[in-house]
């Protein structure tokens, strides 16, 4: 199986600060990458896929980057609707796995 | 929309099928899949199953794989999951995703408790 890991775990940051999560694939993944956003006590949502295409009616703070193994999401000026954890996924091959999360927090 | 029903607690063993109805989409188009999440644990794909077109083929996570089905009814705009055999670390909230790939859309989920 691929293995996803995400870092930070754990991301504390200020309100306007710009926020970069990365996520690291086990093996080339290409650029079949998403990334979800989950609100505490919600179902998550898709925000980017392959992996720099924003989903419609996501906000244009965020964006996603890279290819291969390595991927960055970015939000360019964090907002207090951010607060959430961050989950990236690949699609290139089965399983289709998830990282562990980053949790983006207020300093 | 995509609402699912029919968690609950069950005993280590048991069977559970949970559901899940969809609107404002042509169902019948679109491959479906079903996520996991343990209480406090990060996202687990279970399964997957294609449109028609594609013969309704299904693909499943190996910690699933010969206890979990997978099944659709394209006139009722319904996915099913059939969940046999079920362990106490298949405790989570299922969530009913639209897609087969990245996943476009999400139900609300449904709490599953194994337990005895």
């Known amino acids: 199986d691929i293995q996803m890991t995400q870092s930070p775990p754990t991301l504390s940051a200020s309100l306007g600060d710009r926020v970069t999560i990365t996520c690291r694939a086990s093996e080339s993944v290409i650029d079949w990458l998403a990334w979800y956003q989950q609100i505490p006590g919600a179902a998550p949502k898709v925000l980017i896929y392959?992996?720099?295409t924003l989903k419609p009616g996501v906000p244009s703070r965020f964006s996603g980057s890279g290819s291969g193994t390595e991927f960055t999401l970015t939000i360019s000026s964090l907002q207090p609707d951010d607060l959430a954890t961050y989950y990236c996924?690949?699609?290139?091959?089965?399983?289709?796995?998830f990282g562990q999360g980053t949790k983006v927090e207020l300093k | 929309h995509l609402g699912e029903s029919g968690g609950g607690l069950v005993r280590p063993g048991r069977s559970l099928r949970l559901s899940c109805t969809s609107s404002?989409?042509?169902?019948?188009?679109?491959?479906m899949s079903w996520v996991r999440q343990a209480p406090g644990k990060g996202l687990e794909w279970i399964g997957s199953i294609r449109t028609q077109f594609w013969r309704g083929t299904t693909q499943y996570a190996a910690s699933v794989r010969g206890r979990f089905t997978i099944s659709r009814d394209d006139s009722a705009g319904i996915v099913y999951l059939q969940m046999n055999s079920l362990k106490t670390e298949d405790t989570g909230i299922y969530y009913c995703?639209?897609?087969?790939?990245?996943?476009?859309?999400w139900g609300q989920g449904t709490l599953v408790t194994v337990s005895s």
């Open positions: 392959k992996a720099s």
């Open positions: 996924q690949q699609y290139n091959k089965y399983p289709w796995t």
């Open positions: 995703t639209k897609g087969n790939e990245y996943f476009d859309f």
């Open positions: 404002g989409f042509t169902f019948a188009d679109f491959p």
